[in-house]
T-cell receptor
Framework: GENVEQHPSTLSVQEGDSAVIKCTYS??????FPWYKQELGKRPQLIID?????GEKKDQRIAVTLNKTAKHFSLHITETQPEDSAVYFC???????????FGAGTRLFVKA | DAGVIQSPRHEVTEMGQEVTLRCKPI?????LFWYRQTMMRGLELLIY????????DSGMPEDRFSAKMPNASFSTLKIQPSEPRDSAVYFC?????????????FGPGTRLTVT
């Protein structure tokens, strides 16, 4: 089955700097890669996603890249703000199925 | 739409007791997922349903855990008997798995404490 590895587990950046979180997946058949943000005490919420037929997607300060050959994908947050502090999860969904496997999460701290 | 609804939001129970967690998915969503979240193990998929049918329960930790989805608008996750190591936040999520949108919408979670 699919396995998703996520790094780093903790990331601390200064406000205004960029943050990058990286994930790898094992199943080359996976075709959908969402990123979820979970604030303290809240539920995970989708912030951006990318499909296997796209290499990069951007939404304001957030961008995701996908390298299908290497089976890795990354989340880039530019001009970080204190409200970006949260746990971020990457995930991969198998083709033709419903199952989404989540990475272990990255706790991002943005210092003001 | 009110989003995914879970109840109770908090549950404190004694070891050995039966615990039932409830979930109402978003209307029109045909897939429902139960997750468990702990600091040690992260976000684990326990079981998921499609069109009310259990598709994959390989994540259910033990026979003490069971889940049902009697209709499109209701699901339960039951733990019997409960143990302290079951303490966690349990999330229910739903999604529409037709079309191109696979986003999962999570409920607020049930924080379970077993003493």
């Amino acid at each position: 089955g699919e396995n998703v590895e996520q790094h780093p587990s903790t990331l601390s950046v200064q406000e205004g700097d960029s943050a990058v979180i990286k994930c790898t997946y094992s199943d080359s058949a996976s075709n959908y890669f969402p990123w979820y943000k979970q604030e303290l005490g809240k539920r995970p919420q989708l912030i951006i996603d990318i499909r296997s037929n796209v290499g990069e997607k951007k939404d304001q300060r957030i961008a995701v890249t996908l390298n299908k050959t290497a089976k890795h994908f990354s989340l880039h947050i530019t001009e970080t703000q204190p409200e970006d502090s949260a746990v971020y999860f990457c995930a991969a969904k198998e083709t033709g199925g419903f199952k989404t496997i989540f990475g272990a999460g990255t706790r991002l701290f943005v210092k003001a | 739409d009110a989003g995914v609804i879970q109840s109770p939001r908090h549950e404190v129970t004694e070891m050995g007791q039966e615990v039932t967690l409830r979930c109402k998915p978003i209307s029109g969503h045909n897939s429902l997922f139960w997750y468990r979240q702990t600091m040690m193990r992260g976000l684990e998929l326990l079981i998921y349903f499609n069109n009310n049918v259990p598709i994959d329960d390989s994540g259910m930790p033990e026979d003490r855990f069971s889940a049902k989805m009697p209709n499109a608008s209701f699901s339960t996750l039951k733990i019997q008997p409960s143990e302290p190591r079951d303490s966690a936040v349990y999330f229910c999520a739903s999604s529409r798995t037709t079309g191109a949108n696979y986003e999962q919408y999570f409920g607020p979670g049930t924080r379970l404490t077993v003493t």
